[in-house]
């Protein structure tokens, strides 16, 4: 075998293996009798609650606001960092919420730094994470960027109505545990 022949092998079998792993993620298989195939396996999209965490009236540029999604005991937050950021909601673009968990060994990271939009450094190892860019890794042992919590914006309300990314200790963000529940 040639080594182009070779690596071009290589190279198709690492797409099918990448392509394996991918795809599946964000998705769960369930077996339903009813369906138009005749008891096939469907692909459903993860359902996760929509929860009302907060109100833009509550936020005040560089402070932070803690809650817990998708489940009770995992901490997140939410803040109106004052500048454009790539996904946030808002008249300005600018509210942002993220796991504040370490995606290292899962220590919860409660010290903010606004003047830089850096959460960190993680009581444990001293991960920080970059907000502005997406809770990317900036500082430390964490090689993950942060779960992002995707949020909605009902007049003045603030909904959180996912999780981008698997929340520490998971392998899956809604099985198996007792979500948060809707609250008025």
């Given at each position: 075998?040639?080594?182009?022949?070779?690596?071009?092998?290589?190279?198709?079998?690492?797409?099918?293996?990448?392509?394996?792993?991918?795809?599946?993620?964000?998705?769960?298989?369930?077996?339903?009798?009813?369906?138009?195939?005749?008891?096939?396996?469907?692909?459903?999209?993860?359902?996760?609650?929509?929860?009302?965490?907060?109100?833009?009236?509550?936020?005040?540029?560089?402070?932070?606001l803690f809650f817990d999604y998708p489940f009770e005991g995992h901490s997140?937050?939410?803040?109106?960092?004052?500048?454009?950021?790539?996904?946030?909601?808002?008249?300005?673009?600018?509210?942002?919420?993220?796991?504040?968990?370490?995606?290292?060994?899962?220590?919860?990271?409660?010290?903010?730094?606004?003047?830089?939009?850096?959460?960190?450094?993680?009581?444990?190892?001293?991960?920080?994470?970059?907000?502005?860019?997406?809770?990317?890794?900036?500082?430390?042992?964490?090689?993950?960027?942060?779960?992002?919590?995707?949020?909605?914006?009902?007049?003045?309300?603030?909904?959180?109505?996912?999780?981008?990314?698997?929340?520490?200790?998971?392998?899956?963000?809604?099985?198996?545990?007792?979500?948060?529940?809707?609250?008025?």
């Amino acid at each position: 075998m040639r080594r182009r022949d070779f690596l071009l092998a290589g190279g198709a079998a690492g797409a099918v293996v990448a392509g394996g792993i991918l795809v599946p993620v964000g998705l769960v298989l369930t077996d339903d009798d009813d369906n138009a195939t005749g008891g096939a396996t469907n692909a459903q999209l993860l359902s996760f609650p929509r929860v009302r965490i907060g109100a833009v009236s509550d936020l005040a540029v560089g402070e932070p606001l803690f809650f817990d999604y998708p489940f009770e005991g995992h901490s997140n937050l939410v803040v109106l960092v004052g500048e454009r950021i790539l996904g946030g909601i808002g008249d300005g673009h600018d509210i942002v919420a993220f796991s504040n968990q370490c995606t290292h060994m899962g220590c919860v990271i409660t010290e903010y730094h606004p003047d830089e939009n850096v959460l960190g450094p993680c009581p444990c190892h001293f991960s920080s994470f970059d907000l502005s860019r997406d809770g990317i890794a900036s500082f430390g042992q964490a090689t993950q960027n942060l779960p992002r919590v995707l949020l909605e914006l009902d007049n003045d309300d603030i909904y959180a109505t996912g999780i981008f990314r698997l929340v520490y200790g998971h392998s899956d963000n809604v099985a198996g545990e007792s979500l948060v529940e809707v609250r008025s």
